[in-house]
């Protein structure tokens, strides 16, 4: 839905959704292999889009902060999780998950321009007796490639590393990655948009708020 409030060029987008995950001998965390997991979540995404050109912007941003959670299930659900099994834990899915993605585009010159980036991921837990659930996590670095995992996992591409090589094996609750390109354009040909750039970028994943140092990077080479 497009929005008239603050301005035209916000963007509300809303969803919900079930999945159910039949796992069969597939190792998402330790000790839980096999069982079904089902998931119930609401999503909102708030966005604003002032770039002109999509291709080569010489101005503006893209800033959106979404949101997806599902209901806290272990709240009202009379399990004990001191002595649950991983497959009774994670039956229902819970999880509340929080995204900031930011792009801002100036020009310096004629056909040059200068791109900043900065992305924040968070997936948290209501319950401090269960563990962030292990769908839905970032796997860090490599080059971004998503459709390959099945349990909700989001890709962040980080150049010069190995896929998933800067999370732990079994994903990351929290990231923040950085970039910055300085962009030339050669051709303004709409049919054929042609430019160089060059590029700084850094970004780190963690799993818990006391680990969680956020200019604490790695570098792209």
Same mark, same amino acid.
């Given at each position: 839905k497009?929005?008239?409030?603050?301005?035209d060029?916000?963007i509300?987008?809303?969803?919900?959704?079930?999945?159910?995950y039949?796992?069969?001998?597939?190792?998402?965390?330790?000790?839980f292999?096999?069982?079904?997991s089902?998931?119930?979540s609401?999503?909102?995404?708030?966005?604003?889009?002032?770039?002109?050109?999509?291709?080569?912007?010489?101005?503006?941003?893209? !800033?959106?902060?979404?949101?997806?959670?599902?209901?806290?299930f272990?709240?009202?659900?009379?399990?004990?999780?001191?002595?649950?099994?991983?497959?009774?834990?994670?039956?229902?899915?819970?999880?509340?998950?929080?995204?900031?993605?930011?792009?801002?585009?100036?020009?310096?010159a004629?056909?040059l321009?200068v791109?900043?980036?900065v992305?924040f991921?968070?997936?948290?837990?209501?319950?401090t007796?269960?563990?962030?659930s292990p769908?839905?996590?970032f796997?860090?670095g490599?080059?971004?490639?998503?459709?390959?995992?099945?349990?909700?996992?989001e890709?962040?591409?980080?150049?010069?590393?190995?896929?998933?090589?800067?999370?732990a094996?079994f994903?990351?609750?929290?990231?923040?990655?950085?970039?910055?390109?300085?962009?030339?354009?050669?051709?303004?040909?709409?049919?054929?948009?042609?430019?160089?750039?060059?590029f700084?970028?850094?970004?780190n994943?963690?799993?818990?708020?006391?680990?969680?140092t956020?200019?604490d !990077?790695?570098?792209?080479?």
């Amino acid at each position: 839905k497009r929005m008239k409030w603050p301005d035209d060029f916000f963007i509300l987008q809303q969803q919900l959704s079930y999945q159910s995950y039949l796992l069969d001998n597939y190792t998402l965390i330790e000790n839980f292999r096999n069982g079904q997991s089902n998931s119930i979540s609401y999503g909102a995404t708030v966005s604003r889009n002032s770039i002109g050109d999509p291709i080569f912007p010489t101005g503006g941003s893209v !800033v959106s902060l979404s949101v997806q959670a599902t209901p806290p299930f272990s709240m009202f659900n009379g399990l004990d999780y001191s002595t649950a099994t991983p497959s009774e834990k994670f039956q229902w899915i819970e999880y509340h998950k929080w995204k900031i993605d930011s792009k801002w585009y100036q020009q310096l010159a004629k056909n040059l321009v200068v791109q900043t980036k900065v992305q924040f991921g968070f997936l948290g837990r209501y319950n401090t007796d269960l563990d962030v659930s292990p769908f839905e996590r970032f796997y860090l670095g490599g080059d971004g490639l998503s459709g390959f995992g099945l349990d909700g996992r989001e890709i962040i591409a980080l150049r010069g590393y190995d896929n998933n090589s800067l999370s732990a094996s079994f994903g990351s609750s929290i990231f923040t990655k950085y970039n910055m390109e300085l962009r030339y354009r050669i051709s303004a040909n709409p049919a054929a948009t042609i430019f160089v750039l060059g590029f700084v970028e850094a970004g780190n994943g963690w799993n818990s708020f006391r680990e969680f140092t956020p200019f604490d !990077v790695k570098k792209s080479g």
